[in-house]
């Protein structure tokens, strides 16, 4: 439980309160008259009651890390699992450079293959699934391969094991698997997802012991306290029940409030609570002042939001670890959300405009924009570049708004009504550029005069409904809307896809993180935490190259053209990064050696090095990544590796890995300057054309004599159909497809071709918004509004 705060600082618990858990799960074991008998039910009552003691105050992504670590702990108490395997599941080695030879694994699972035939019990597992592709094949590509045996002798492992084999083959399916392992491991009652009622945990509150509720976006959990008081005679109207509403000077009121209710043991609610930092130390004193000698139905419930990142928190621990922490999020998946939207309005909202049919249209579009708009950020960077506080006032304003236009004009104004909607109302919200495009395309597409026609769908399988009334509606969604799917906000399924193997990574990296540190050493996980480290940072200092000489190379050099210049701007960068990266490396082997004193940053590098993550200070130096130390570190010898071959003699290679540069859009700059020096144009009324080859990198032996040709780009969100020369439909479980060659060339701005084509991010990482790099227009024959929604970029790295 402790633990937890390092996940979130709001996850904070106190002996004391565990404590009275504790004695009151002992109280509640059955009795028995076995020894044995009665052990075990204690333990199942201390653990359960623990277990939902703590997950209520838990934010639904976390719950299933900390049952993870729980059952983990459990289990290494107990002697049942392995520690070798663990430290597999958790950390995921990989095997780099090796390639796939069956077609249903990628190189990565492969990788993860061979790591894993290197252990005892898996031994001879790669041989085994080349000579039975079939069987394999069917598991990898079965819907629910949680839920299947192995192939095969694999059939009799144990679940650890089975889980081990899913994390290499199958990771979008690891947050499944992890729930069955727990239900298998500790019983169903821990993975039903009921959450305890208002009711219960109140019972657990008393004058010292008060609620805390950690809010949502989109959540009053207030209510619950109302209905509660209104049970036991504590309401306003009884003036025994007393809202004070934090932000506007209102602290003398509540601590006044505080007092009164003290002595005449009435309820107080302080709502946000986080708007009042400077308070927050008072307010833990006056809550440890009348923890004592109160009235004993003294109660106070605090509310507030946490706070983006670590670095801005302020609820004192004191107050925190003192409460019982509830936390309520709004509903997930389209079903609950359009409901939700549409319970804003009444059977009166639909019938107050004189234009009927239009409005209830326009109405039913926008709940279901509303829905789409605020779920769609569930799918990370291919959802949203930025996260935006939709909330259901942009909605009613809309409503309102629309209302107004509609008795104003003859006619529907629907540019007018798309405009006010998409650039202010949610539009106010949105940061980026991209987000912006998303949304007015969404707009376009629901919001159009196709709808009064009854000819409009708002998601496949799912048209807009007629006239009908409020309940008319509610039922419609329940009866017509398609089961939840990526389909309904205009994704592909591969979104839900990457989304989940994203959540599982960080599950299995948090998990990892909060072992304790002696867990590894010994148990038969090879060697200790200070040897492997050690090894590592030999191998690092070993393998790393020497700075370039750049004075030297630009000895070489006759006239500095642009492309000279962007190689000359990347071995500097690349010469600050290696050179931190050795210094870093030589001051921790002093340290580890006992000849310097181990510092925070040397701590930190230890712990990255040891957890796979690239340092803080390397990573700052660098390029953007997401990958694991390991990959991350081969990549960067062959950036190294390329900017050798180009300055050996600073010709231009036959294809430009645009990927390798630290600053791909330099590079793309100097295309256009060297054409404009050429044909002496003005750079700023020029563009870059980018027409896509139908060769691999292998087939070009030369540059071209205008302009460049550039590989290593993958596609998100669709493919590239090479034969036809479009973006199409992504294949299943293919998430990035690679490019073929691109070839790159400088043309007048007016000269672009606009029609039919799709305007493509190109981001260096699959993490978006900052790593923008330029856009690149593709040829399509479907309407470019189906990639916008199904977030098609271009990715550098994957």
């Avoid at 009795?31 to 277990?51: G, H, K, Q």
């Avoid at 009622?197 to 019972?203: I, N, R, V, W």
Wanted: aromatic share 10%; charged share 25%; hydrophobic share 40%.
């Amino acid at each position: 439980m402790s633990d937890l705060s390092k996940i979130h600082p709001m996850y904070r618990f106190s002996l004391k309160a565990f404590s009275i858990v504790f004695q009151k799960a002992v109280e509640r074991a059955a009795p028995n008259e076995s020894l044995r008998e009665r052990v075990a039910n204690l333990i199942d009552s201390i653990t359960f009651s623990v277990y939902q003691y703590t997950a209520r105050g838990l934010f639904e992504c976390d719950k299933l890390t900390y049952l993870a670590q729980l059952t983990f702990q459990i289990l290494l108490m107990n002697r049942e699992v392995n520690a070798a395997e663990l430290d597999f599941l958790l950390r995921s080695p990989v095997q780099t450079g090796t390639t796939s030879p069956v077609e249903f694994l990628s190189d990565q699972a492969w990788g993860a293959i061979k790591v894993l035939s290197s252990m005892e019990e898996f031994c001879n597992l790669d041989r085994d699934i080349e000579g039975s592709a079939k069987s394999w094949k069917k598991f990898v590509e079965s819907e629910c391969p949680e839920k299947e045996k192995l192939p095969q002798e694999w059939k009799n492992k144990t679940a650890l094991q089975h889980l081990c084999v899913m994390r290499a083959m199958r990771p979008d399916r690891m947050t499944y698997a992890m729930q069955n392992f727990v239900e298998e491991k500790l019983g169903s009652k821990y993975v039903v997802g009921r959450a305890l009622d208002f009711a219960t945990s109140f019972e657990e509150s008393g004058p010292a012991t008060p609620m805390f509720f950690i809010l949502s976006p989109g959540v009053d959990p207030l209510k619950d306290v109302e209905s509660q008081g209104k049970k036991l005679g504590y309401t306003f109207n009884n003036r025994n029940f007393h809202n004070v509403s934090l932000g506007q000077g209102q602290e003398v009121v509540a601590e006044a409030a505080l007092d009164f209710a003290a002595k005449k043991g009435h309820w107080v609610i302080l709502q946000n609570i986080h708007l009042v930092a400077k308070w927050l130390r008072t307010l833990e004193k006056k809550l440890e002042e009348h923890s004592k000698n109160s009235h004993p139905e003294f109660r106070v419930f605090m509310s507030a939001e946490p706070a983006p990142s670590p670095e801005g928190h302020i609820i004192p621990q004191g107050i925190l670890e003192n409460s019982i922490k509830i936390t309520s999020e709004p509903p997930t998946g389209m079903h609950a959300n359009l409901h939700k939207a549409l319970d804003n309005f009444t059977q009166d909202t639909l019938e107050m405009c004189s234009r009927e049919t239009e409005f209830k249209s326009i109405l039913f579009a926008l709940c279901y924009f509303h829905a789409v708009v605020a779920e769609r950020r569930k799918f990370g960077p291919q959802g949203w570049n930025c996260s935006y506080p939709f909330n259901t006032g942009d909605l009613t304003i809309s409503v309102n708004v629309l209302y107004n236009f509609l008795e104003a004009n003859a006619q529907v104004p629907y540019d007018d009504l798309r405009y006010l909607f998409g650039e202010i109302m949610y539009g106010g919200h949105i940061t980026d550029n991209w987000d912006r495009r998303l949304c007015r395309t969404y707009l376009r597409e629901f919001i159009r005069p196709e709808m009064l026609e009854g000819e409009l769908s708002l998601a496949p399988g799912f048209p807009l409904p007629g006239n009908m009334d409020y309940n008319g509606y509610h039922q419609y969604i329940d009866a017509e809307l398609p089961p939840e799917s990526p389909y309904l906000y205009g994704l592909h399924p591969n979104a839900e896809i990457g989304f989940l193997t994203q959540t599982s990574e960080k599950l299995f990296h948090t998990v990892l993180e909060l072992q304790p540190r002696d867990s590894q050493a010994g148990d038969g996980a090879g060697a200790t935490r200070e040897d492997k480290i050690k090894a590592l940072l030999e191998e690092i200092l070993e393998r790393v190259t020497d700075e370039f000489n750049i004075p030297e190379l630009m000895a070489k050099v006759e006239e500095r053209t642009p492309y000279i210049v962007v190689a000359l701007q990347e071995c500097g960068q690349m010469n600050i990064l290696t050179r931190e990266i050795q210094r870093s490396l030589r001051e921790l082997e002093l340290g580890l050696k006992g000849e310097l004193t181990m510092t925070s940053h040397m701590e930190n590098l230890q712990n990255a090095l040891y957890f796979d993550m690239v340092p803080e200070s390397w990573a700052r130096r660098a390029y953007p990544s997401t990958a694991g130390l390991a990959a991350w570190f081969l990549d960067l010898l062959n950036r190294i590796k390329e900017l050798e071959a180009w300055t050996s003699d600073f010709t231009m290679p036959s294809t430009v890995w645009l990927t390798g540069f630290f600053n791909p859009q330099s590079f793309l700059t100097a295309v256009m300057q060297s054409t404009a020096r050429k044909n002496e144009w003005p750079l700023d009324q020029m563009a870059l054309q980018c027409d896509v080859t139908k060769k691999n990198r292998e087939e070009f032996r030369s540059p071209p004599r205008v302009g460049v040709y550039v590989h290593g780009l993958f596609m998100e969100g669709a493919r590239w159909d090479t034969q036809a020369g479009i973006i199409t439909e992504a294949k299943l479980k293919d998430l990035t497809p690679p490019m073929p060659v691109m070839f790159i060339k400088a043309i007048p701005a007016d000269k672009q071709d606009c029609c039919s084509v799709y305007c493509c991010p190109v981001y260096k990482t699959s993490q978006r918004g900052p790593t923008y790099v330029w856009t690149f227009n593709l040829k399509t024959k479907e309407n470019p509004s189906k990639w916008v929604m199904a977030g098609v970029a271009l990715l550098l790295q994957i």
